[in-house]
């Protein structure tokens, strides 16, 4: 059973518009729901990331928004950039354990 | 400040072979550690955790064992390598104040 599902699994937007990530989990024990971006070749970074008690989470030009009630969350990236170009995973987390979502691919055409 | 290494960088491996993954952190003491596989072009899945030295628990079964033989040491291991077992393999570290886990640069593994 998958845990957490993502959408789309790609996406491409034109540089300045806002690009928007979405998932969805089934856990409602979930505390935890972080946000990575994976650049080709490399690691996984941490972007940001937001618990149940809050519904939104800006951090400069990435917002989370939470849905408790739905069990949805996205991700919005505002003012998009070529650089924003990579694989995004959206996680949940029960403390030890994290389920990733299937990764989008965001691509952001100058 | 914390720093996390993963060793070796890359490996390519008979199959049948056996495996030893390692990795490391700096600046942390009593880290939560976690091994994580990443299949080419595919997402992440957790493999281990481990609180505790000497305490390892299972997140999926995939014919490889962890160990924790020091408090800033994580070990992954197999005795006989599959082709299933190719992949990106990441060691990632969680102090009490953030719950996300942070990643090393990962070990590319090839088993041919």
């Known amino acids: 059973q998958q845990q957490v599902r993502q959408s789309p699994q790609s996406l491409t937007v034109w540089e300045g518009e806002t690009a928007i990530l979405n998932c969805s989990y089934e856990?409602?024990?979930?505390?935890?729901f972080p946000w990575y971006h994976q650049f080709p070749g490399e690691s996984p970074a941490l972007l940001i990331a937001?618990?149940?008690?809050?519904n939104k989470k800006e951090d400069g030009r990435f917002t989370i928004f939470f849905n408790k009630r739905e069990k949805k969350f996205s991700l919005h990236i505002a003012d998009s950039q070529p650089g924003d170009s990579a694989t995004y995973f959206c996680?949940?987390?029960?403390?030890?354990?994290?389920?990733f979502g299937s990764g989008t691919k965001l691509t952001v055409e100058p | 400040a914390q720093t996390i290494h993963q060793w070796p960088v890359a490996e390519i491996k008979a199959v049948g072979s056996p495996l030893s993954l390692g990795c490391t952190i700096k600046?942390?003491?009593?880290?939560?550690l976690y091994w994580y596989w990443q299949a080419t072009g595919g997402t992440l899945q957790q493999l281990f955790y481990?609180?505790?030295?000497?305490?390892v628990e299972s997140v999926v079964q995939l014919n490889l064992s962890a160990s924790r033989p020091k408090d800033d040491q994580f070990i992954l291991s197999t005795e006989k390598l599959l082709l299933s077992h190719s992949g990106f393999y990441l060691c990632?570290?969680?102090?009490?104040?953030?719950?996300?886990?942070?990643f090393g640069e990962g070990t590319r593994l090839s088993v041919l």
């Open positions: 990632a570290w969680r102090d009490n104040n953030n719950q996300a886990p942070l």
């Open positions: 856990d409602s024990t979930f505390d935890y």
């Open positions: 937001i618990r149940p008690v809050s």
């Open positions: 996680a949940a987390s029960n403390y030890n354990v994290l389920y």
């Open positions: 600046g942390k003491s009593s880290p939560n």
């Open positions: 481990s609180i505790t030295v000497g305490q």
